[in-house]
């Protein structure tokens, strides 16, 4: 089997960082008691919101510090 090539792994490597991070920022807030689906307007809202945007740029770093690691990461962005 052929490797993927780098120009494929980078955008799939996000994504998928992307919405681990998200996903567990949404776990976080489920388990503090907050439902994002339910508490739409006021404090935990906006606090579930935060959190859900925190992890999923957590976890888009995560996945940019993996493909730099390996070597798949270009100087550009």
């Keep these: 089997m052929a490797a993927m090539p780098p ?3 980078r ?6 960082g992307f919405i ?13 008691g907050i439902d994002v ?14 959190l ?5 740029g957590i976890g888009l770093a ?3 510090r993996w493909c730099a690691l390996r070597g798949y990461e270009s100087s550009g962005k």
């Design 7 to 9: 120009a494929l792994i």
């Design 11 to 16: 955008p799939l490597a996000r994504g998928v």
């Design 20 to 32: 681990a991070g998200a996903l567990a920022g949404y776990w976080l807030a489920r388990l503090l």
């Design 37 to 50: 689906l339910r508490d739409l307007q006021g404090g935990k809202g906006v606090l579930a919101a935060a």
């Design 52 to 56: 859900i945007g925190l992890g999923g």
């Design 62 to 64: 995560a996945a940019r």
